[in-house]
């Protein structure tokens, strides 16, 4: 079985990452297969589906890059709204037992995965750990902030250096200009 921390960041981390890794909900093809490969599941993909998974995902990863940074309040509302359609179109279940209490999607196939995804979102703000999943803000890798005081913004070193190297050329280029 998959863990929470495990679902969310590797269904975050499906887009290409400026180029740098494939598209995994490129087309209803790669989905399937990503599908198939990652969560075991073997369903029938749509092109609606694609298209709502990618919005489901890049929902989510706004909100990370917005646990790094600080993210404009269109594009948050824009994405908690997305959020909260998925919500809607993927209901989850109440599992309560005696030891442990959690949600689940009943849902088969894609709808699952959501539905899987979405609860594991949930199930990470009621723990308090939803705002250590951020999104790098130079590549928006989802990781999983493990410094002592919150603070990382950037998924690697090397996202830190591009960055930095970055603002740096910017500032040359503003002072050559003026």
């Keep these: 079985m998959v863990s929470t921390e495990d679902l969310v960041l590797g269904f975050a981390n499906t887009h290409d ?7 995994r ?12 490969q990652e969560q075991g599941v073997d369903s029938v993909i749509t092109a609606a589906d694609v298209i709502e ?6 929902a989510l990863v706004a909100l990370m890059v917005s646990h790094a940074e600080a993210a404009s309040a269109d594009e948050l509302l824009v994405a908690e709204q997305a959020l909260q359609r998925a919500a809607q179109r ?8 005696r030891e442990e209490a959690g949600l689940s999607s009943a849902q088969p196939g894609l709808a699952g995965v959501i539905g899987s995804v979405l609860a594991s979102v949930v199930e990470l703000a ?14 928006h890798h989802s990781f ?22 970055r603002a740096y050329r910017s500032r040359q280029r503003s002072g050559a200009e003026q």
Aim: aromatic share 8%; net charge positive; proline share 3%.
């Design 126 to 139: 009621q723990s308090g750990q939803w705002n250590r999943f951020k999104a790098c803000r130079n590549c």
């Design 53 to 58: 998974a990618r919005e489901i995902r890049d």
């Design 90 to 97: 993927y209901p989850l279940q109440a599992n309560i037992t």
């Design 25 to 36: 909900f490129g087309d209803c093809a790669a989905l399937r297969d990503w599908l198939s």
């Design 144 to 165: 999983v902030d493990q410094s002592r005081n919150a603070s990382a913004t950037f998924c690697r070193t090397s996202c830190k250096s591009q960055a930095g190297m």
């Design 17 to 23: 990452h400026l180029g740098r890794l494939p598209e």
